[in-house]
């Protein structure tokens, strides 16, 4: 029995180590999906024989079924069978989304394992750059199939959704349950991210300006496309000032608060799982990413076609709250805990990646292969997503909160979600004619 | 040797140091240093007036030691023989755009100079005046390229070079400030007083509105086919005088009644001479004389700005936006980074900041009555591309500004913004109607 209870207390982590949470970059994003995990029940495993065995079905216990979301699992295997056997592809577009939810959540939990390993640095760098895996992937996959519009809706989405619906549902649940208490938070590090976020929309603006402004379509098309050429790599250069500053020079103002809580296990300072096993588990699971991605990317017009919707809006907002769903619970969870620095951590911190990582990243891999993808995202979203932007800035730059600020940004949410389902415009290039006679 | 002595002592103004107390405990707003006179002080250096000295008559003597005083008190005097030189190729017919590089390497120097002898002159007229003097004289390269280029009828090189130096003002001598003292400091926490950066920006908000207003009116009855040259006309010119108005508002703010928020940072250095080191009516006529060699060289850079751009390959607007605020701005531009790594923000902000706010609420405005009277129709429409650098300028300098701290991040992004719109400008290759008019006119005469 004795050898029984040594595997399970080293890999449940109930050993305190001395407080390294700093040390191993917990940054705001792995905090808050860590609120979705649950703690594995290993008495059932325990029983099993064999060592090897147990260890085995113990990493897989801990992987698997070690969120809440791990109910949606089922749904991988359900939109291969029906990618096989011919369903309605709707049904594959239905699947698949379903299937990528709690697979982004554990893509962030193997991450944050492995930064025990590598060290503070190269965890937060980790977590950087593959924090929105999903959007990444299902852009590159959109890319490679030329549905250059799907690419720029689905980022935009992205963008809006952080900015709006996690940061206005997170302040407005926070606001509401904690009526009677002040809510502050650092100011600093939301300024930091607006900054950033301005220069993003400046970058967008210059090419819908030049193309606005200019003379025939033709003659623009050239220079708008070298000048979002000249702005990504711009973009690129702030981004990694960006992880320079929170990583190494002013890493006092990115700190997650520290949790003075006891016992619900959030705080468990050592890795469940090994750094080889953490590793294949991640590269296993960024391949069926990959696969459903796929899926989603193909079978997006036939899913608009049949259920009456634009693809802009499948791609503005439905695509982007299933990417974002884990990161959108952890931050409601933790506003309610009054822990306002860490909502603000993930959904500014998601919203700044993508805009100025994720983005210019695709431009430079469109130029790479040869496809002309600029930043040019035609006047509505561009116009959305500035108005975004400021009503974002100026909600944070005073670094108090309550619910009527989350309010305000979720109607705001509303209401661009709205726009977008009654704007049934065609795509320009690639994409099928999505207007639907009611 | 002694009188030698005694001039060498005042000229230099050696004997402020018994002054100095006198002057301190009177009134701190004896001169006004402001943040411009304070930055380009950094330019300047002691003569040596040892070689002077040996000469002679009291006269030849005085008059030499007032010209090394004004000729070659900075460090930017190795640029002076340009001047002669593009006179040189103006008369002998070099290459143009030889014309133009020369004189804008020579108006870099000018610029310095008619600072430092505004400053001069503040001395002898008292305070009021030399506020005055300064807030007026203070871009006085930038407003004499732009009323040459509104004589001759360039009015989109007028337009470009004065939203330029705006663009430049705000997003390159601030985002280089705020980065090289970020770096410089990194551990030191930096403060300014965002009173100041509050006051700039509420009036930038002002001049932007101005320019959109005339911009979207005609967008609005380009689209319901009302013929409106006459009356975007009308509204520029109303406008103008607003902004003449909110700005003579700005100098009783500045001068007046709020000093306090305005004053420079007193500093325990020993750069302040509180003495004119040269006389009021040799300072005057030296004014008027650098005046008319910027006029010259001002002269020379307008005409020769389209020749440039076709054998240099770039378009005309990226110098004009780009190239010539830079070199009009290299002094003040200097000095706001060396007080920056010194962490002395505020005079680093009045510095640009205050020369942003002087163009577009006094030069821009001055240029349109100018054109009102000389019966040319230049308007406030810069046209949307600008308009719309312009307005998210404003917007992300007035952000940045508003929280009265400071890290190097800030710097970087002002810079990198800097650096997207110059790219916007270098490949905006598409020609304005009346440029195609003027080079036409140009390689006929030639």
């Not at chain 2, 009356?231 to 607003?242: C, F, G, K, P, Q």
Request: hydrophobic share 50%; with cysteine; charged share 15%.
């Amino acid at each position: 029995m004795a050898s029984l209870q040594e595997p399970w207390l080293l890999e449940n982590g109930n050993l305190k180590g001395c407080s390294k949470e700093i040390r191993h970059g917990r940054t705001a994003h792995n905090m808050s999906s860590s609120s979705l995990r649950k703690k594995s029940d290993l008495t059932l495993v325990s029983k099993v024989r064999f060592v090897m065995l147990r260890q085995f079905l113990t990493n897989l216990q801990e992987v698997i079924l070690g969120t809440k979301l791990s109910v949606l699992f089922p749904a991988i295997p359900l939109a291969i069978a029906a990618e096989c056997y011919g369903f309605g592809r709707p049904w594959i577009f239905a699947l698949s989304l379903l299937g990528l939810t709690p697979l982004a959540e554990r893509v962030s939990f193997l991450t944050e394992q492995i930064a025990y390993y590598t060290g503070a640095t190269v965890g937060g760098l980790l977590n950087a750059t593959c924090g929105n895996a999903t959007e990444l992937i299902i852009a590159i996959f959109a890319l490679s199939q030329n549905k250059i519009d799907v690419v720029k809706y689905s980022l935009l989405g992205s963008v809006l959704s952080n900015l709006l619906l996690v940061l206005g549902t997170s302040l407005f649940c926070g606001g509401i349950a904690n009526l009677r208490r002040e809510q502050k938070y650092d100011r600093r590090q939301a300024d930091v991210n607006s900054l950033l976020l301005l220069l993003a929309l400046l970058c967008h603006s210059l090419p819908l300006l030049f193309r606005m402004s200019g003379a025939s379509a033709a003659l623009t098309a050239d220079p708008t496309l070298q000048l979002s050429r000249a702005s990504s790599i711009v973009m690129l250069i702030a981004y990694i000032s960006y992880l320079v500053f929170q990583l190494f020079t002013h890493r006092q103002l990115f700190e997650a608060q520290e949790e003075s809580e006891d016992g619900d296990g959030i705080s468990e300072e050592e890795p469940v799982i090994g750094f080889w096993s953490g590793f294949i588990w991640l590269v296993g699971m960024t391949a069926v990413i990959s696969l459903l991605s796929e899926y989603v990317v193909e079978t997006i017009e036939d899913a608009s076609d049949s259920w009456g919707i634009s693809v802009s809006f499948i791609s503005i907002i439905l695509l982007p709250i299933v990417g974002n769903a884990a990161e959108h619970a952890g931050a409601i969870i933790f506003a309610f805990k009054n822990k306002l620095d860490i909502s603000l951590g993930v959904a500014l911190g998601s919203a700044t990646q993508i805009s100025m990582f994720v983005v210019p990243l695709c431009i430079v891999v469109a130029w790479i292969m040869g496809i002309k993808m600029d930043l040019n995202f035609n006047l509505l979203e561009t116009g959305s997503l500035a108005l975004s932007i400021i009503a974002v800035a100026f909600t944070l730059q005073d670094g108090t909160s309550h619910y009527m600020k989350g309010l305000v940004l979720l109607l705001l949410y509303i209401v661009i979600g709205a726009c977008f389902f009654v704007s049934k415009m065609p795509l320009s290039n690639g994409g099928i004619d999505t207007i639907v006679g009611v | 040797m002694e009188s030698a002595g005694d001039l060498s002592y005042m000229e230099n103004g050696e004997s402020n140091k018994s002054l100095m107390g006198k002057e301190t405990c009177n009134n701190n707003g004896g001169v006004i240093r402001t943040a411009q006179n304070r930055s380009s002080s950094f330019m300047r250096k002691k003569s040596d007036p040892m070689l002077v000295s040996t000469v002679r008559f009291q006269m030849l003597r005085q008059f030499l030691a007032n010209l090394q005083q004004v000729i070659l008190g900075t460090k930017l005097a190795v640029f002076f023989p340009a001047i002669p030189l593009a006179i040189a190729a103006d008369c002998y017919e070099f290459g143009r755009p030889w014309i133009f590089a020369l004189s804008l390497l020579g108006l870099t120097p000018l610029a310095e100079r008619v600072s430092f002898l505004t400053e001069q002159i503040a001395y002898y007229t008292g305070p009021a005046v030399g506020g005055l003097l300064n807030a007026t004289c203070g871009n006085a390269t930038e407003l004499i390229i732009a009323l040459f280029a509104l004589y001759q009828n360039k009015i989109h090189v007028l337009k470009y070079s004065l939203m330029g130096s705006v663009l430049s003002n705000l997003l390159l001598v601030l985002g280089t400030s705020l980065l090289c003292g970020g770096l410089a400091n990194l551990k030191k926490e930096q403060r300014y007083d965002r009173k100041q950066a509050d006051v700039n920006s509420g009036l930038l908000l002002l001049g932007l509105l101005c320019h959109m207003l005339p911009l979207m009116f005609r967008y609005a009855a380009q689209s319901s086919g009302i013929s409106i040259a006459k009356s975007t006309l009308e509204l520029s010119r109303a406008s103008s005088v607003v902004m003449l108005a909110a700005y003579i508002g700005y100098i009783i703010f500045q001068l007046k009644t709020h000093r306090q928020v305005f004053d420079a940072q007193e500093d325990g250095e020993d750069e302040d001479e509180e003495k004119a080191v040269i006389g009021f009516w040799s300072g005057f006529s030296w004014l008027v004389g650098m005046t008319l060699v910027i006029a010259l060289l001002s002269e020379y850079v307008v005409g020769t700005v389209e020749a440039a751009s076709e054998t240099w390959g770039i378009s005309i607007s990226f110098i004009s936006i780009i190239l010539i605020p830079i070199v009009g701005n290299a002094a003040e531009h200097a000095g706001a980074i060396i007080f920056a790594f010194k962490n002395k923000l505020d005079i680093s902000l009045g510095v640009a900041l205050g020369s942003a706010t002087q163009i577009s609420m006094f030069a821009v405005p001055l240029c349109v009555v100018v054109g009102w009277i000389m019966r040319i129709p230049m308007d406030l429409d810069f046209s949307l591309l600008e308009t719309g650098c312009l307005a998210l300028t404003i917007l992300v300098v007035a952000f940045t500004l508003q929280d009265g701290t400071s890290h190097y991040m800030k710097g970087v992004v002002l810079c990198l913004c800097y650096i997207a719109i110059s790219v916007c400008f270098f490949v905006h290759k598409v020609p304005a109607p009346l440029d195609q008019t003027i080079v036409n006119s140009e390689l006929n005469s030639a």
